[in-house]
Every structure is written in structure tokens, then in C-alpha cells.
């Protein structure tokens, strides 16, 4: 069984990480969850003005932990003014930028892969579901929950647009759906076909 778990985790690993070449390169899934701004050089020079800025995500408009424990605030009531009226605004600055082939990256990502469809893979061994089918849910469901679960959240809390989060979500629930009957079809028990309730072969 242990050979099993770790021969679903390297082919699992290899499915994620090819999958999400498919759905963000070959088949253009989230081409339009990005979109381009009116004037991007007036936007980099109005970044600049800001001073030195780190690796971080900002968000305005901005307050503290303290005036958001304080609703009743003048401090709090003007920013909640700010905020309904919008725009509500998130960016991500990386500063001395990156390689955009994103070399660099596919190694952690190939491993993240990997170790994802490991816990997947340990999760079904541990179910001890004899059925196909019943593996394939559980190893879908390990997959799509916590994904479903980010993405609503960026939805629900930061505002993200309903269109990308759709994308997220197809994609995720495609990526579970395949990766579920690859890891139920290699994680697996005898008298599989009995377990479903069906005869086996004579």
C-alpha cells in the first residue's frame, strides 16, 4: 500500500501541475481574469511616489486593527464612508520584479504538487474505502474543498470578481474530478468490484 500511495502522489503531482498548464496556457480558461489598466506607465509612476515599497499586498482604503475594533469611532466612521464609496483597491508589489517564463518557480510548484497529491493519496489509503468510486469521491472532495473554501473567501472578503472566481472554481472542480479517479484507481484494495456491489467476474 505504501508503494501505491507514494506512485499515486509522483502521478497525482504530475497531473496538477500539468493540468494547470492546460487551463492557464493551452486552453485559456483565465485569460480574462486579469485585466489591463487605462494607463499603466501613469499608474508605475504614481507607485513610485509612494517611496521605497516592499513584497507586500496593499489595500486601500487603509485603517488599523485598532479603529476597526472602534465602530463607533470618528476614526472608524470615516473610513467606512471611504470604503462604501470606493474604489475598494488591491495590489501586489513585488519591487525587483521576476522572470516571466517563471523558471524559477515550476520546481516548488512541481513539489507543492506533489506533497498536495500525497495527503490526497494518504487520506484515501487511511478511508479504507474498497470501492472505486467511493475512493474517487473522497480523494475529489480532499482536492476541491479547501480550494472551493480559498476561493469563495476572496470572493466573500476581498471582493474579487465574480468571473475569476468562477474560473478558480471550474478549473479546481475539473482538476478534482481527474484527480480523484487517478489516485481511487491507484490507491486501491482487492475485492473492489464486491465492495460496489457488484459481482465480480467469474
Known amino acids: 500500500m505504501a508503494i501505491r500511495v507514494i506512485v499515486a ?5 504530475l497531473f496538477i501541475f500539468f493540468w ?22 501613469a499608474f508605475v509612476s504614481d507607485l513610485a511616489k509612494q517611496g521605497t515599497l516592499e513584497h507586500r ?3 486601500l482604503p487603509w ?14 466612521k470615516a473610513y467606512a464612508e471611504k470604503f462604501k464609496k470606493g474604489p475598494l483597491v488591491t495590489v501586489m508589489v513585488k519591487p525587483d520584479g521576476a522572470d516571466p517564463e517563471m523558471m524559477d518557480v515550476f520546481p516548488i ?8 497529491a500525497l495527503a490526497i493519496s494518504i487520506v484515501v ?24 473554501v480559498s476561493g469563495m473567501n476572496y470572493r466573500l472578503y476581498f ?31 482487492k475485492k473492489d468490484a464486491a465492495s460496489c456491489g457488484v459481482s465480480p467476474a467469474a
Request: proline fraction near 3%.
Open 109 to 116: 510548484s512541481g513539489l507543492t504538487d506533489f506533497l498536495v
Open 9 to 13: 502522489a509522483i502521478v497525482g503531482g
Open 63 to 76: 485603517t488599523t486593527s485598532e479603529t476597526m475594533s472602534d465602530p463607533k469611532s470618528e476614526e472608524f
Open 125 to 148: 489509503a487511511l478511508s479504507s474505502a474498497t470501492c472505486f468510486y467511493r475512493r474517487w469521491f473522497i480523494a475529489g472532495m480532499c482536492f476541491l474543498v479547501g480550494n472551493v
Open 57 to 59: 499586498i496593499y489595500f
Open 159 to 189: 471582493y474579487f470578481p465574480a468571473d475569476y472566481t468562477q474560473n478558480i472554481l471550474l478549473d479546481n472542480a475539473g482538476c478534482a474530478l481527474f484527480l480523484g479517479a487517478i489516485v481511487a484507481g491507484i490507491v486501491k484494495v
Open 20 to 41: 494547470g498548464f492546460l487551463t492557464w496556457a493551452a486552453l485559456g480558461l483565465h485569460d480574462n481574469d486579469f485585466s489591463e489598466l487605462p494607463d499603466e506607465a
